[in-house]
């Protein structure tokens, strides 16, 4: 797990978004969103999200769409009202609940890039990074720190590590980037990862 991903980033096929549904924030966020749908879409990216047509998720869409990408969207019929179900998607799916919609919008991923986001967008990040923790899921993972949003979430992982409640290792889990220009080559730079990370997960005195 310390070798770099031997595949590049033309073999990510499918990439799972994670996003805010706000309709309050700073235009930077939008910009960034918007931005990005549209670098993978350029990119031959499929994207996968939670099907949302407003906030950071309407804009990463819309930009992916404006550039004649595949946008599929997953959502609980219970929220679709809520946070205004996008209506231009490639694909819809309706699910039952949370639990099938995270599932479903991470089983045939290849990558996930996370956006800045509230408590739904946390869950979806922590649930994928224990995945990958278990060996369970193995993709690269990258979070896009607009305006430095991540700093503290970023800080409070590394005090968990200096805590010995997850390994050194772990923190080779996530990538960062500053900017969604640069997440098609934290894609490709992403550190290797598999199965073998179960034996690392439990954290004891020889692997902290």
Not at 18 to 25: H, K, Q, R, V, W
Not at 35 to 47: D, P, Q, T, V, Y
Not at 173 to 195: F, H, K, R, T, Y
Request: aromatic share 8%; hydrophobic share 45%.
């Amino acid at each position: 797990m310390t070798k770099k991903n031997l595949l590049d980033s033309h073999h990510v096929k499918m990439v799972t978004v994670y996003a805010s549904s706000s309709a309050a924030l700073k235009p930077v966020y939008y910009d960034a969103a918007r931005r990005l749908g549209e670098i993978l879409a350029l990119a031959g990216k499929s994207i996968i999200y939670g099907a949302g047509g407003g906030g950071l998720m309407g804009e990463m869409a819309n930009g992916a769409l404006s550039r004649n990408g595949k946008v599929y969207g997953v959502v609980p019929g219970f929220l679709q009202d809520l946070e205004l179900t996008h209506r231009g998607l490639t694909g819809l799916q309706v699910v039952g609940d949370m639990r099938m919609r995270k599932h479903l919008m991470l089983q045939d991923s290849d990558a996930i890039v996370t956006l800045p986001g509230g408590s739904g967008t946390y869950e979806e990040l922590f649930e994928a990074l224990t995945m990958k923790r278990l060996g369970q899921w193995v993709g690269p993972v990258i979070i896009v720190n607009t305006a430095g949003f991540y700093d503290r979430l970023l800080e409070f992982l590394g005090h968990s590590v200096d805590e010995c409640f997850m390994g050194s290792r772990h923190l080779k889990m996530w990538s960062v980037v500053d900017e969604p220009e640069q997440v098609l080559e934290a894609i490709e730079n992403a550190q290797a990862w598999n199965g073998d990370a179960l034996q690392y997960a439990n954290v004891t005195a020889a692997n902290a």
